[in-house]
């Protein structure tokens, strides 16, 4: 059966309360809920973790036994060469994600090294990034 990890990264336990006028209202419990709902709609498991810790989201990618993951690095994305070669030496595909629009955002934010490790990147659709970054995983690895 098919098994994705969503890692998400620093600062991300404090959605629901962290600047609700960029990242929401809702809750990392909430999106967990929206995956579970969505994982099994799509008949496949998950495991679904935070560490504001660039050690131990990188230990996360070692040792995982997930065929993918959908990874929020939060601010690591546009600062952790670690995090892009652990991507890089375990070899599984990888989607980015982001609630807010990167790109929209401050200057600094429009960089990402795991844009160049990942096969895409969902961003700007808030909480419901996290079933569709789902969805297109499994599709990914039907291919
Ligand atoms: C984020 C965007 C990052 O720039 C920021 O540092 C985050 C969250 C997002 O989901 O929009 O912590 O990854």
């Known amino acids: 059966m098919t098994h994705i990890l969503i890692l998400n990264g620093p600062n991300l336990n404090l959605l629901g309360t962290r600047q609700p006028e960029t990242y929401g209202t809702i809750t990392l419990k909430d999106i967990e809920a929206m995956c579970a709902r969505e994982a099994g709609a799509l008949g496949i498991t998950y495991e ?20 993918g993951i959908i990874l929020n690095a939060a601010a690591y994305t546009h600062s952790s060469i670690a995090i892009m070669d652990a991507i890089s030496a375990v070899n599984k595909p990888v989607l980015e994600l982001h609630l807010s629009n990167i790109h929209q955002r401050e200057d600094f934010r429009h960089h990402s090294y795991i844009s160049k490790v990942a096969f895409a990147m969902i961003c700007g659709l808030g909480a419901s990034g996290y079933p569709l970054a789902l969805r297109a995983m499994n599709e990914h690895l039907a291919l």
């Open 48 to 67: 679904f973790e935070q560490s504001n810790h660039e050690g131990t989201m990188v230990d996360l990618i070692h040792a995982t036994k997930a065929d």
